[in-house]
């Protein structure tokens, strides 16, 4: 599957996540982690101020496509496998990952890069280095 390339829109929403991210920090002096704040907002002590704007960062993910099609009038094309099984596991292994990672694409990629942490340059360059080689295998070993 051919993926269109689109610049425009991919500097504007790399814009918009580095801002967002730059918020979070400095309203919040937390990293725009995902994995993290999801966690957060799953534990007993919920409901600081940190919290709450935790919780709506997650609210405006999950606003983003909805918004975009309010704006556009489309929805934002996602493909996804209908191979359940796979799925599963595909979940389970980025859960390791963004626990033995101690954290994920976007605390390390977005925030820690940024900061330049070598811990989150090595982890950005094991999970892109892993992202790349199982597209490549799913498409042209596979075949899927």
Do not use: K
């Not at 390339?5 to 725009?32: E, H």
């Not at 966690?39 to 919780?55: E, K, M, N, P, Y």
């Not at 606003?63 to 191979?83: C, H, I, M, R």
């Amino acid at each position: 599957m051919e993926t269109a390339f689109t610049p425009v829109l991919s500097l504007a929403g790399g814009a918009l996540i580095g801002l967002s991210a730059v918020m979070l920090m400095g309203l919040n002096g937390r990293i725009a982690g995902i994995s993290g704040i999801a966690s957060r907002l799953l534990r007993r002590d919920f409901g600081g101020a940190a919290d709450r704007q935790g919780l709506f960062f997650i609210i405006g993910l999950l606003l983003a496509a909805p918004t975009y099609a309010a704006v556009t009038g489309n929805w934002p094309v996602q493909t996804v496998s209908g191979n359940i099984p796979l799925l599963m596991i595909a979940g389970v292994l980025v859960g390791f990952g963004a626990v033995f990672g101690n954290g994920c694409t976007s605390g390390h990629g977005v925030c820690g890069i940024s900061r330049q942490s070598v811990r989150s340059l090595i982890a950005t360059a094991t999970f892109m280095t892993t992202g790349i080689a199982t597209v490549f295998v799913m498409r042209h070993v596979i075949g899927a």
